[in-house]
T-cell receptor, first 114, second 115 residues
Framework: DTEVTQTPKHLVMGMTNKKSLKCEQH?????MYWYKQKAKKPPELMFV???????INESVPSRFSPECPNSSLLNLHLHALQPEDSALYLC?????????????FGEGSWLTVV | AQTVTQSQPEMSVQEAETVTLSCTYD???????LFWYKQPPSRQMILVIR??????QNATENRFSVNFQKAAKSFSLKISDSQLGDAAMYFC????????????FGGGTRLMVKP
């Protein structure tokens, strides 16, 4: 059973739509992450939040907009996406950002852009 | 920059047999952590095992164990008594003990388990 919960599990959106992916963890972790994963590839880091502040943005296009409303929630707002943005989006969390704490992943949100 | 290499894109094993997945990494750091994650078709990344580089003893978790060779920068995963549920993509990952450094993943190994 995962302790990082992501919704929705599947999302199909048009290139002009605005949608959001949501992530929640109840482990008291203070670091949360968004990863993007294409088929048969390892996950690629997109954003890192540490104590609810954005600490790393891996040069992600502005059509992806992260938000951390509180220490348990992480959102990824999507707008004007391209078909090549179709991928599995994984949320993850760890006790904190700056040590070797294990990073725990959610089940992912599969996004298809049409 | 750190790199993680998994040289076996695919492996297969007979049910109940043992299989070893290879992983090598490149780093100039002395303190770091290594992980094996499993990703079944459900796509959730599940932690299998974790190794701290300062520990000489190899980590074990039930049927899963690692062979950690720090000098050789090698971190292989052994799965004993393979089960059908072990079929998945396995990713080796490295994380240094430095501020702000994140996980670096290998390219993955797809493990198939034959009944």
């Amino acid at each position: 059973d995962t302790e990082v919960t992501q919704t929705p599990k599947h999302l199909v959106m048009g290139m002009t739509n605005k949608k959001s992916l949501k992530c929640e963890q109840h482990m008291g972790h203070r670091a949360m992450y968004w990863y993007k994963q294409k088929a048969k590839k390892p996950p690629e880091l997109m954003f890192v939040y540490s104590y609810e502040k954005l600490s790393i943005n891996e040069s992600v296009p502005s059509r992806f907009s992260p938000e951390c409303p509180n220490s348990s929630l992480l959102n990824l707002h999507l707008h004007a996406l391209q078909p090549e943005d179709s991928a599995l989006y994984l949320c993850a969390s760890s006790q904190d950002r700056d040590t070797g704490n294990t990073i725990y992943f959610g089940e992912g949100s599969w996004l298809t852009v049409v | 920059a750190q790199t993680v290499t998994q040289s076996q894109p695919e492996m297969s094993v007979q049910e109940a047999e043992t299989v070893t997945l290879s992983c090598t990494y490149d780093t100039s750091e002395s303190d770091y952590y290594l992980f094996w994650y499993k990703q079944p078709p459900s796509r959730q990344m599940i932690l299998v095992i974790r190794q701290e580089a300062y520990k000489q003893q190899n980590a074990t978790e039930n049927r899963f164990s690692v062979n950690f060779q720090k000098a050789a920068k090698s971190f292989s995963l052994k799965i004993s008594d393979s089960q059908l549920g072990d079929a998945a993509m396995y990713f080796c990952a490295y994380r240094p003990y430095l501020v702000g450094n994140m996980l670096t993943f290998g390219g993955g190994t797809r493990l198939m388990v034959k009944p």
